[in-house]
């Protein structure tokens, strides 16, 4: 679990620190956010949770703090069946989760961004089952679209 401080300089440096439009803050307004850790094989390692009778991931918003091979450890801690449909790169996981459960992935995010991860079982989505991987980092050159810069919200500002 991450002290005060260490959440206010998380969301601080995911953008989520004052009112905002992106969808992350919106969708993920309420719930955890947690640091994934990083070995020293380079693999980063994190724990996320199904609460009992909350129908939330805990942490709902993951950070990694570059992109690369992520060990996530899932745990069913409600008394439903859940599952995880997780983003890696070239195959999406799949994990079947029975109440009191756990499971391993091991997945690749290899670029900077937003990764969405949910239940899709029954109406898990819809209740709250949601979460997203935030992979900090920049695009490199070879991977920017050519196109104008676009406009961004103001930090800090309201429109």
Known sequence: MTTAKERTELLNE???DVQNHATIGRVLGTGNVERATERADGVMEATVRILP??????PSILVLPHGGDLELTLINDDLNTHCALLPSNGDRKFIWMVNHSKGLARLNLDGPGYYWYSSPTGNDEGRGLTGAIVVLGEVPPEARLDRPDQPRPQRGTRS
Not at 53 to 58: F, R
């Open 53 to 58: 009778d909350e129908i939330v991931w805990d």
């Open 14 to 16: 995911v953008g989520l």
